[in-house]
Structures are given as structure tokens and as C-alpha cells.
């Protein structure tokens, strides 16, 4: 079992920053591939980002690309995501995931099972 508690989340002026904090508890995140997904009031939850378990492979959706960067820390058992630029449609909340699957071709990482969920942080971006 691991336990992902996420954190980093508030209020930004579009054009701002964040940084999203995902901490793992319970096994070491080095054996997951790692992803955020972000779900807006009115909407179905979509894929934003994710690091492979194997060689840190990174992907993102087309509209955060260039703007958000995922990365992982094995060390601290720590997963973060880098909002630069941030629009006010970035605004949702955003939940960390974990999977003991991988990837060979970057576009099935949203399609991969995730197993465990943060709780998730409020992101919202003001024109």
C-alpha cells in the first residue's frame, strides 16, 4: 500500500507559479510510475503529467506543455509538479497517482491503471 498525501495548491494570478508537492508514505514511490491528473468543477478528470518508474521518462498533455514540469525526488519519496504560467482554465484540483505499471509509448500513460490517489489541492488561477 502507499499513502500520497498532496499539497502546494492555492490562490495565483495568471502569468504565476506554483509547486505541487506529492509525499508518499508506506513503500518507496522508485518502484511507481507516478502522474497528476486535475478534475475542474463541471468536468470529467483529465491527465496532466507523469514520470516513468524506469528511466524518469517525463509526459505531459499538450495544453500544460512547455508550462508544467513533473519530476521526482526517491529520496524524499516525493513527487513534484512545476506550474509556470499559469492560466485561469489551470484551475481545478489536482491529485497525484501512483501505478506499478509503465509505459512503452508515451501516450498510454493516462491510459495506465492507477492504484493509489492523493487527496488532492485546490488550484485556482484569477484573470
Known amino acids: 500500500q502507499v499513502q500520497l498525501v ?3 495548491g492555492g490562490l495565483v494570478q495568471a502569468g504565476g507559479s506554483l509547486r505541487l508537492s506529492c509525499v508518499a508514505s508506506g513503500r518507496p514511490i522508485s518502484g511507481y510510475t507516478m502522474a497528476y491528473f486535475r478534475q475542474a468543477p463541471g468536468k470529467e478528470r483529465e491527465f496532466v503529467a507523469a514520470i516513468s518508474r524506469t528511466n524518469d521518462f517525463t509526459y505531459e498533455q ?12 526517491n529520496a524524499r519519496n516525493t513527487v513534484y ?16 497517482a501512483a501505478s506499478n505499471g509503465d509505459a512503452t509509448v508515451a ?9 493509489y490517489w492523493g487527496q488532492g489541492t485546490q488550484v485556482t ?3
Open 62 to 73: 499538450t495544453s500544460v506543455k512547455g508550462r508544467f514540469t513533473i519530476s521526482r525526488d
Open 107 to 115: 501516450e498510454w500513460y493516462p491510459k495506465l491503471i492507477y492504484d
Open 125 to 127: 488561477v484569477s484573470s
Open 81 to 96: 509538479l512545476q506550474m509556470n504560467s499559469l492560466k485561469p482554465e489551470d484551475t481545478a484540483v489536482y491529485s497525484c
Open 6 to 8: 498532496d499539497s502546494g
